[in-house]
């Protein structure tokens, strides 16, 4: 075994994300292995563009409330302890609450041919962002 070489915290680019989005790579597999994890950090308001990712992706809550929006404009919160999986195809966004930060690891795989990992669509707009909210799970 052997420990992962830590990488620089990244600034997540503004073509993807609407306000200030940080991540550290915990893990990027190598061949044969498809594994991602990263800890994602958004300021408050902050999130991501809508996407969707070719193998689904599990979203694990570490700090304040996540926000995560689908196409039926259901926005479901999510709250430190809770996790949240998208199935493949599914486009939504994820972010933060407008007045906290909030912090998830999120964890998907590559594709293991040659589709992206992540398809990168249009912003999400202010009435997007102020959606209907659920707890309803
Ligand atoms: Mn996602």
């Known amino acids: 075994m052997e420990f992962v070489k830590p990488q620089s915290t990244v600034k997540a680019p503004e073509d993807w994300f609407t306000g200030d989005v940080w991540f550290d790579v915990i893990h990027a597999g190598q061949e044969p292995s498809r594994m991602r994890a990263n800890m994602v950090r958004f300021s408050p308001g902050a999130r991501t563009a809508w996407h969707h990712h070719a193998v689904g992706q599990t979203l694990h809550v570490v700090e304040g409330v996540a ?10 919160e999510a709250r430190p302890g809770e996790t949240v999986t998208c199935p493949p195809g599914e486009e ?14 999120a964890l998907w795989e590559g594709p293991g041919d040659d589709r992206p990992e992540t398809t990168w669509l249009e912003k999400v707009s202010d009435e997007q962002y102020n959606g209907h909210r659920t707890r309803n799970h």
């Open 92 to 105: 939504h966004w994820h972010g933060a609450t407008a007045d906290r930060f909030m912090q998830h690891l």
């Open 67 to 76: 926000l995560i929006g689908t196409r039926d404009g259901t926005v479901f």
